[in-house]
């Protein structure tokens, strides 16, 4: 079935990096714009960054711009998430989604995985 | 940026009784195709988000059609018609238009 699995996530102290990880199945990784969408403890939602199905453009929330990087390999299925620069406030679950699209139309974001957990920390 | 309003913060609700729930967007989500570009998301206690409405007023994939989108432009508004026990937890609109995607703040559906 279509599944994300993120992986990557644990406890980094402030100013130092961590990359996270999402492996896709279950559909073709390579036509589907992704995103990581991130959720701090107790908090709402927010979108962190957008990659195109080939990787030629990238979007980034203005929060983590110049710090995080997102990538994918479209051979290995895989979305990446360099994070640098960390600060206490990037402490959150970060959600690998989806784009869905049909007959050239978006369709929402409509596949996200389980989610791995960052904790910023000193 | 974006901002988006979501009225109510919270939400108790009867099973069986209709809800409703209101985002309102700083900027048009109106594109030039036609298609608001507007999604709602549920997340159910202790579960990751899911997608419940997309480009205003369709339907995902599996989404029972209690549920419906509409509006246009800067007001939206999520409904459903009758409230059943597995709906409850928090439901965010999320606009698509302008970057960077900006999230409302969330609206909490509890049950009565």
């Known amino acids: 079935q279509v599944q994300l699995e993120e992986s990557g996530g644990g406890v980094v102290q402030p100013g130092r990096s961590l990359r996270l990880s999402c492996s896709a199945s279950g559909f073709t990784f390579s036509s589907h714009g992704m995103n990581w969408v991130r959720q701090a403890p107790g908090k709402g939602l927010e979108w962190v960054a957008q990659i195109w199905f080939d990787g030629s453009n990238k979007y980034y929330a203005d929060s983590v711009k110049g710090r995080f990087t997102i990538s994918r390999d479209n051979s290995k299925d895989t979305l990446y998430l360099q994070m640098n620069s960390l600060r206490d406030e990037d402490t959150a679950v970060y959600y690998c989604v989806r784009e869905g699209w049909m007959r050239d139309h978006y369709t929402g974001m409509d596949v996200w995985g389980q989610g791995t957990t960052v904790t910023v920390s000193s | ?112």
Request: charged residues 15%; neutral net charge.
């Open chain 2, 1 to 112: 940026d974006v901002v988006m309003t979501q009225s109510p913060l919270s939400l108790s609700v009867t099973p069986g009784e209709p809800a409703s729930i209101s985002c309102r967007s700083s900027q048009s989500l109106l594109y030039s195709n036609g298609y608001n570009y507007l999604d709602w998301y549920l997340q159910k206690p202790g579960q990751s988000p899911q997608l419940l409405i997309y480009l205003g007023s369709n339907r995902a994939s599996g989404v029972p059609d209690r549920f419906s989108g509409s509006g246009s432009g800067t007001d939206f508004t999520l409904k459903i018609s009758r409230v059943e026990p597995e709906d409850v937890g928090v439901y965010y609109c999320m606009q698509c238009l302008h970057s960077p995607r900006t999230f409302g703040g969330g609206t909490k559906v509890e049950i009565k």
